[in-house]
Structure formats: C-alpha cells, structure tokens
C-alpha cells in the first residue's frame, strides 16, 4: 500500500513568508501528527489531527497551525517565517492514536528560511 | 515538561561489535517506542514495549523497558554496516502524546 506522501520535498522561503506543507496519510489513516526535527532539539512535536479535529498540540507558537480534511489529509502552515523555523517536518500517521497503533512517517519536507 | 536523554549522542563502532543504547526519563512513561532514522528518510518504528521489565528481541536487536517504565535501553549485537542510523526513543505519555529523545547516532565500520 502507498506510504505516506509528503509535499513539497524541499522548500526555500525568505523571512516573514508564509508556508503551507501538506501530508497525505495511508489509506484508512484518521490520525495525523506533525513534528518539526532540527539538529539542536530533535524531534518536537507540533500538533495531531484526528477526524478533523485537533486532538493534540505541542508547546509551538501561534504562528504554526494546521487542519485536517475530510479525506484525512492534513496540512500544516507557518507564517512569519523566521530563520529558526528551518528544519525537518515529518508528519506521521496511524489508524488511530498515534501512540496507541504504529505510527507511519513520511520522508518529511526539509524547510530552509533564508 | 517530560524529558527524555539517550546517550551516548554518537556512537562509532566497528562491524561485528555489540553496543547498548540508554534512553532515560525522571517520568513514566505508559509505553516506550524504539525508531530507527535514515537519512532523508522519516522515522521507522522497530519495537514499542509497554510492561514494566519488558524485554523484545528483533533479530540482534534487545529492547528492555524499566520496572519503573521511565527508562529504556536497546542492545545490538554483531553490529552490521546496515545498522547504521539515528536511533531515536519515544515515550508515550497519559494524553497519547509522543515525547522522542535527542536520538543517537551509530556509524558500523565495515
């Protein structure tokens, strides 16, 4: 079955631009994660989507947020960009919880702010 | 805030040697999941121990989940090149959150 698609691969913005990454989960998936991995702090969680709902939500400012269709995919979206938000984001998803069922990530959308 | 630290960050070993990897926590976790990273690739679950005392077993791979669920370590033995990646631990917390550790690192030397 397919993976988990991310979209774009790679992105370059200038600071105070908005960005917009989308992730489409496995066929059947309901739950989407969003995490943001740089080399200084490792794997942080960002938010979890489920059913279009925003279950969880990481400790990241207001200008990260996301949603979630009806067909499961989700998108997430940075605004202002500053040239800390560069890094690694990799959306998970899994038939459930997350932390309940095994989780399946993409090969994430490597961000860089210039 | 729950935290949790692997060490070693990086680990450089010949192939055919054994290593453990460390994933401590000052919390309990309800569960704890063991990934490997390649890069340019997404994290890929390998194990995920729930019981207090746990012990899995993935070929040469050995996950042991603490008695008091707060750490967790993972042992290789005869480490092949293919082994090399960031290892990362995640703890699962009360509210289904996934918590991950700053990973580690193993390069096996051929």
């Known amino acids: 079955k397919a993976g988990v698609t991310q979209t774009p691969r790679y992105l370059i913005k200038t600071r105070g631009q908005q960005v917009t990454l989308s992730c489409s989960p496995i066929?059947?998936?309901?739950?989407v994660s969003w995490y943001q991995q740089t080399p200084g702090q490792g794997l942080q969680f960002l938010f979890e989507?489920?059913?279009?709902?925003?279950?969880n939500k990481g400790n990241f400012p207001g200008r990260f947020s996301g949603r979630q269709f009806s067909n499961s995919r989700s998108e997430m979206n940075v605004s202002t960009l500053e040239l800390g938000d560069s890094a690694l984001y990799l959306c998970?998803?899994?038939?459930?919880?997350?932390?309940?069922?095994?989780?399946?990530f993409g090969q994430g959308t490597r961000l860089t702010v210039v | 805030t729950q935290l949790l630290e692997q060490s070693p960050q990086f680990l450089s070993i010949q192939e055919g040697e054994n290593l453990t990897v460390y994933c401590n926590s000052s919390?309990?976790?309800?569960?704890l999941q063991w990934y490997r990273q390649e890069p340019g690739e997404g994290p890929v679950l390998l194990v995920t121990?729930?019981?207090?005392?746990e012990v899995k077993k993935l070929k040469r791979l050995t996950f042991q989940f603490g008695d008091a669920r707060k750490d967790s370590s993972l042992h290789i033995t005869a480490a092949q090149p293919g082994d090399t990646g960031l290892y990362l631990c995640?703890?699962?917390?009360?509210?289904?959150?996934?918590?991950f550790g700053g990973g580690t690192r193993l390069m096996v030397k051929p």
């Open positions: 989507y489920f059913s279009e709902t925003q279950r």
């Open positions: 121990v729930v019981t207090g005392g």
């Open positions: 995640a703890g699962v917390n009360a509210g289904n959150m996934l918590t």
């Open positions: 998970a998803s899994s038939r459930y919880q997350v932390a309940d069922t095994e989780a399946f």
């Open positions: 919390s309990v976790f309800s569960s």
């Open positions: 066929s059947g998936h309901r739950s």
